[in-house]
């Protein structure tokens, strides 16, 4: 059974000697994302010089026209050490489309899902026909099966769902207030909204998550929300964390 989390946490109150710019959900928005990371190389190069990593929210896939693309940019970038990636419920949802589960993929093409078939190359007509059988249902998901590379596939199932650092947790979605890390569900980690939004309890870390789109980065004492609905809006963000510091990044809007 794979971890829920990528390491142990370490003392606070900082990033544990790291310069961390954590990036909020893509989907599919590969031009934001080479955007933003353009800013970040630039941000990088004026700061003092420091070890350096990025912090993938999750949600990579769906909605955007370039979720092939996106997946295998963070892919190459967490080879060469210089991002770490966590699982969204949308690329979730996709291995579990994989899987051979039929209802999530009737879900999954009502949240985006067809941009990524598009993406990898799935027919359009299979696409408008959708699932409307378990017979259909297969088919569909067996033409994404052939076009993924088996290297993709195997890096989205070996993405952890948080990762401590420092006096940070990131994690995609949130988690339930009061439980401890080490017994939390993964789905609540993946999908949740409240009562993790809502809290006003202290965590053990501050909580650096995604998921839930506001209009501007949502700063709040025991957590920091950074999706700010790039593949509607345009606006993909980043935050810069070092030390006791932090500051954000974004691509302009539409």
Same mark, same amino acid.
């Given at each position: 059974?794979?971890?829920?989390?990528?390491?142990?946490?370490?003392?606070?109150?900082?990033?544990?000697?790291? %310069?961390?710019?954590?990036?909020?959900? =893509?989907?599919?928005? !590969?031009?934001?994302?080479?955007?933003?990371? %353009?800013?970040?190389?630039?941000?990088?190069?004026?700061?003092?010089?420091?070890?350096?990593?990025?912090?993938?929210?999750?949600?990579?896939?769906?909605?955007?026209?370039?979720?092939?693309?996106?997946?295998?940019?963070?892919?190459?970038?967490?080879?060469?050490?210089?991002?770490?990636?966590?699982?969204?419920?949308?690329?979730?949802?996709?291995?579990?489309?994989?899987?051979?589960?039929?209802?999530?993929?009737? &879900?999954?093409?009502?949240?985006?899902?067809?941009?990524?078939?598009?993406? @990898?190359?799935?027919?359009?007509?299979?696409?408008?026909?959708?699932?409307?059988? =378990?017979?259909?249902?297969? +088919?569909?998901?067996?033409?994404?099966?052939? +076009?993924?590379?088996?290297?993709?596939?195997?890096?989205?199932?070996?993405?952890?769902?948080?990762?401590?650092?420092?006096?940070?947790? &990131?994690?995609?979605?949130?988690? %339930?207030?009061?439980?401890?890390?080490d017994r939390q569900e993964e789905a609540?980690?993946? @999908?949740?909204?409240?009562? !993790?939004?809502?809290?006003?309890?202290?965590?053990?870390?501050?909580?650096?998550?995604?998921?839930? =789109?506001?209009?501007?980065?949502?700063?709040?004492?025991?957590?920091?929300?950074?999706?700010?609905?790039?593949?509607?809006?345009?606006?993909?963000?980043?935050?810069?964390?070092?030390?006791?510091?932090?500051?954000?990044?974004?691509?302009?809007?539409?």
């Amino acid at each position: 059974m794979k971890p829920l989390w990528s390491r142990r946490p370490e003392s606070p109150p900082d990033t544990a000697g790291l %310069r961390l710019y954590a990036i909020g959900d =893509v989907h599919g928005r !590969f031009d934001l994302l080479t955007e933003l990371l %353009r800013r970040i190389e630039r941000d990088a190069s004026v700061r003092p010089a420091a070890e350096t990593r990025l912090v993938m929210l999750g949600d990579y896939i769906d909605r955007g026209p370039q979720s092939r693309e996106v997946c295998e940019l963070l892919h190459a970038l967490s080879l060469e050490g210089r991002a770490i990636c966590l699982r969204g419920n949308h690329d979730q949802t996709l291995l579990d489309v994989l899987d051979g589960d039929h209802e999530a993929l009737r &879900f999954w093409l009502d949240y985006g899902g067809d941009a990524t078939l598009r993406s @990898w190359g799935v027919p359009e007509d299979a696409i408008e026909q959708g699932c409307r059988s =378990v017979a259909e249902a297969e +088919r569909l998901a067996a033409a994404l099966r052939d +076009r993924m590379a088996p290297a993709i596939v195997d890096w989205l199932r070996g993405l952890p769902a948080c990762h401590v650092q420092g006096s940070y947790l &990131f994690v995609h979605a949130g988690i %339930r207030p009061g439980v401890p890390l080490d017994r939390q569900e993964e789905a609540d980690l993946l @999908w949740i909204r409240q009562p !993790f939004l809502a809290s006003e309890a202290r965590h053990p870390w501050k909580v650096v998550h995604g998921h839930s =789109v506001t209009d501007d980065v949502d700063h709040r004492p025991n957590r920091i929300g950074i999706d700010t609905g790039a593949y509607r809006t345009g606006v993909l963000t980043a935050l810069g964390l070092e030390r006791d510091g932090c500051w954000t990044l974004r691509t302009g809007g539409a």
